[in-house]
């Protein structure tokens, strides 16, 4: 599976199958098919996102997930912005599809047990399919989770698309007496580019309403949206 960041060696290869068949083009010719191929209008733009999508080095404790089994994507701190992580996607559109790649960090439950938890960070996109928060409460021993969410299932104040500037979002959920780790972090879904800056838990009062996404309506509603006997 191609990347971006093989784009170059990609072009070489091109030219040298060509020239077997007595079609010769220029190294910036091949440079701009390629391009192409990865969905970019030209070179340049495609030398930008490369650069952007250069392996960084995550913050101790983080490491990237990777969806789809294999690398789409890469994250790590932007050297441009102090105090942020990026994630970017490094292959095409159609390639990277739905896949997903949330930045991870692990943590045991043991001093949050019985506890709300508030996670929240600010998030920048550029051309994202999502941006969001996730954060799951794990059992002691392994299992089925707990607690989840991953904001992709709300109305208002969710997963957030496109280009956009510095956006605050949060996650609230209760920490479980039988909770063995929390995990959390920021994640891309989709392509694009996504920044996160000033993640925080804090303990929030036990009567905070939590947004956990399978939190489900007390009462049944008919089609119409009242409620039913």
């Known amino acids: 599976m191609h990347t971006f960041l093989d784009s170059k060696a990609m072009a070489k290869a091109l030219r040298t199958a060509l020239a077997e068949r007595q079609i010769d083009i220029t ?13 970019f209008d030209d070179w340049n733009t495609l030398a930008a996102r490369i650069e952007a999508g250069r ?3 995550l913050p101790q404790g983080w490491h990237i ?16 912005d102090p105090g942020s992580v990026t994630i970017v996607s ?3 559109p159609d390639v990277v599809g739905q896949n997903f790649a949330p930045l991870m960090q692990s943590i045991s439950a043991e001093d949050y047990r019985g506890r709300t938890l508030r996670l929240t960070a600010d998030l920048r996109g550029d051309d994202v399919g999502y941006g969001t928060l ?4 794990d059992p002691q021993g392994g299992g089925k989770s707990l607690r989840f969410d991953n904001m992709l299932m709300r109305e208002k104040a969710g997963a957030i698309s496109g280009r956009f500037g510095w956006t605050e979002r949060s996650i609230v959920l209760d920490v479980p007496d039988d909770a063995g780790t929390i995990h959390y972090g920021p994640m891309l879904k989709g392509s694009g580019q996504l920044w996160a800056r000033n993640l925080q ?13 399978r939190n489900f309506p007390r009462r049944p509603t008919g089609f119409g949206g009242g409620a039913l006997a």
Do not use: C
């Open 65 to 80: 997930h990777h969806g789809a089994g294999y690398p789409l994507f890469e994250a790590g701190a932007d050297p441009n």
């Open 27 to 39: 190294h910036s010719d091949s440079l701009e098919l390629v391009a192409r191929q990865f969905g």
């Open 134 to 137: 996730w954060m799951r409460v």
């Open 90 to 92: 490094i292959s095409s």
């Open 55 to 57: 392996p960084r080095k």
């Open 201 to 213: 838990i804090d303990t929030v009062p036990a009567s905070t309403a939590t947004t956990d996404s």
